[in-house]
């Protein structure tokens, strides 16, 4: 029985093995902005060109259960950040491939966990927290062009990066509000832009207010300020309940009836206007004599709006639809919105409206008109900005501390559990770690450990503090409370209200121990707004800092996890520079001899990188290696199970 099962579990890691590395080498050709275009073809026959690693994994259409499992990892883990399909893949099948080398036993499963606990965390918290520094202040062009260029070619992620860039100071021209505002964009961005296909990219535009694509059913111009209404139902009274029969004897009732709902339009039209009510938007198609009264009394309509844009004009003016109030007519009506103004736009051939709406959120209403030469360009770059708000999103959220880091002693009564560690100024780090709050550690405590660490922890020749480029970069020493850092960080300027430090490599100071120290015991792994240069920067110092920290465990299924997760971490950068000739090579030499020595890391122009979607793309890794190695059997279901009833037969009795 052991036999079989460890000959099924050697059988079930070399087909995982296999199918990550197909769906690797399907889009590592696509990776980064060097990377090439894929062409699809769809069932229509239509050819579309892209490098969109969510839309690849989705082309495969792969038949494998363990490739259809890593194929809807990657895209759930691009849905959650808005990056990172196809790198994602390329690490999967590094690490599944090391692992299968190194040859895991059955502890493998704990071990990954162990490691993500006791290895990767300390590899984030004391090594590459480091080299981290805050976004710029209000400038979201870094971040979005490298973003687009995994997606996009050099001429169409320059412009929408621009674009983006201009949408989110419009929308939000308070860097406090951002955050908030690049959640409404990721979620309403269908309703938030229009497509309009035929016209090149550098005609579109950031138009304040939201373009419904609908034309006005009655337009009735008006100058100034004028009260919107918001209806989901026919406003044309009907004549009985739901579920009531109406009977017409002859036609002179058939017809005293239409007169009756003739006349209670038009009151209903009166009624709005005296409410001061000049638009009406509407999600259900209104009745002719409805447009007509509406004419009459001058109020515009705008009909069949879809539920999406409903619900926006909802969540940006706060008014709820409006419910009519049967044979109460004189009733005040509250819930209007105010419109700026409202007139009627032509895109190319198509005319729409164009409504301008008063906030009450922190989101002020603007409009992107993309233009593009054909519908599937269009559809691709809406995508791809719909993704970047998503991953503008992450760059204010936080990794905080999971696993618990324990002392020598501790992990020695549960060697089977964590690691030990061997450096005795580490030990007294931990001791302070679990017994005093993160973020109040108390003067005495700092003062005492500040002489010994000075000479241990702190040694120049062996310190590993921050080495950036003393022009180009700048990093934060975190000294308040964790709360005080989400507060610091929601807006676009991170750095705010922190204390900025010149980065560079000096011998340590005993007045800078406290400040250090406290940086180190915070719970924050990674702070919001971090962020490193593109071009495998974030996967070469972690990479470096997990083989550190390997050396120092003594539980050998955690070091060659760890060993595994660090050489697969390069996988990244080689496939960033499979089109140069030594290229990873040269990079790699130099960026560990800069480190080993503690001077600042060359620096590339090609932009920045959320530190935080990365880190996420390296668990989520992880924990689908995990799922992949705890599936145990695969039922393949070819036709629905036919369904039984149970009928007690004579025998049972």
């Known amino acids: 029985m052991c036999r079989t099962s460890a000959s099924l579990g050697s059988v079930r890691r070399s087909l995982s093995r296999s199918s990550a590395a197909a769906l690797a080498g399907a889009v590592r050709g696509a990776l980064g902005p060097r990377g090439g275009r894929a062409l699809l073809l769809r069932p229509t026959g239509e050819a579309m060109p892209t490098r969109d690693g969510r839309r690849l994994l989705e082309a495969l259409s792969v038949e494998p259960p363990a490739a259809r499992v890593m194929a809807a990892r990657a895209c759930s883990h691009r ?77 169409e992620r320059r412009r929408l990066a621009r674009l983006c860039a201009e949408m989110c100071r419009r929308c939000a021209p308070a860097d406090a509000t951002r955050p908030q505002v690049l959640r409404l964009l990721g979620r309403r961005f269908p309703e938030l832009h229009a497509a309009v296909p035929g016209l090149p990219l550098a005609s579109s535009r950031v138009l304040p207010g939201i373009v419904l694509r609908r034309d006005f059913a009655a337009y009735c111009p008006t100058d100034g300020e004028l009260r919107a209404l918001l209806v989901t139902q026919p406003l044309r009274p009907a004549l009985t309940a739901p579920g009531v029969e109406f009977v017409v004897d002859s ?78 007519m004189d009733r005040e009506i509250t819930e209007t919105a105010v419109v700026t103004f409202c007139q009627p736009l032509l895109l190319v051939s198509k005319r729409c409206v164009h409504i301008g709406f008063a906030s009450v959120c922190a989101f002020q209403p603007h409009c992107l008109i993309l233009c593009g030469p054909v519908d599937g360009v269009n559809e691709q770059h809406a995508a791809a900005l719909q993704e970047a708000f998503t991953m503008l999103q992450q760059l204010f959220k936080t990794v905080d501390q999971r696993g618990e880091w324990k002392v020598e002693g501790e992990s020695q009564s549960k060697a089977s559990d964590v690691c030990s560690w061997h450096s005795s100024a580490t030990q007294k780090q931990l001791v302070i770690e679990n017994t005093c709050n993160t973020n109040q550690v108390s003067e005495c405590q700092l003062k005492a450990l500040s002489d010994e660490t000075e000479r241990k922890v702190f040694d120049p020749d062996k310190c590993d503090l921050l080495v950036h480029n003393q022009k180009n970069h700048s990093t934060s020493v975190l000294v308040a409370h964790n709360a005080d850092i989400v507060t610091a960080c929601e807006g676009l300027n991170v750095g705010k209200g922190l204390e900025e430090t010149c980065c560079h490599v000096v011998p340590f100071k005993p007045e800078e121990s406290r400040a250090s120290i406290a940086q180190d015991y915070s719970n924050c792994l990674i702070e919001a707004g971090s962020v490193l240069p593109v071009g495998g920067y974030f996967e070469i110092l972690l990479h470096y800092y997990i083989q550190d920290y390997a050396k120092q465990c003594q539980q050998s299924e955690v070091t060659i996890v760890s060993n595994v997760v660090a050489d697969a971490l390069l996988s990244i950068p080689k496939a960033l520079y499979q089109t140069e000739r030594d290229g990873f090579t040269k990079f790699y030499l130099e960026a ?40 145990d059997l695969v039922i393949s279901i070819r036709r629905p199970l036919q369904k039984f009833e149970d009928r007690d037969s004579e025998d049972d009795t």
């Open 79 to 155: 849905a959650a950040t808005g990056d990172g399909a196809k790198s994602f893949v390329v690490l999967l099948a590094a690490v599944l491939r090391g692992l299968r080398a190194a040859g895991g036993g059955a502890g493998l499963r704990r071990a990954l966990r162990d490691f993500e606990a006791q290895v990767l965390e300390r590899a984030a918290a004391r090594g590459l927290r480091r080299h981290l520094r805050p976004a710029p202040p209000g400038s979201l062009e870094p971040l979005l062009e490298p973003y687009l260029a995994g997606r996009l070619g050099p001429g």
């Open 592 to 631: 560990i001899n800069l480190l080993k020595k503690n001077q600042p890391l060359p620096v590339n122009n090609e932009g920045l990188e959320s530190v935080y979607c990365k880190y996420q793309l390296v668990i989520s890794v992880l924990h689908c290696v995990t799922e992949l190695l705890s599936i």
């Open 251 to 328: 036609e002179g009732q058939y017809l005293a009836s239409l007169r009756w709902i003739t006349k209670r339009t038009e009151a209903l039209m009166k009624h709005l206007q005296s409410n001061s009510v000049k638009l009406l938007l509407s999600s259900v198609k209104q009745e002719d004599v409805v447009i007509y009264y509406a004419k009459l009394y001058g109020v515009s309509v705008v009909e069949c709006l879809s539920s999406e844009e409903m619900a926006l004009i909802s969540e940006v003016t706060g008014v709820s639809p409006y419910v009519p109030f049967g044979d109460d």
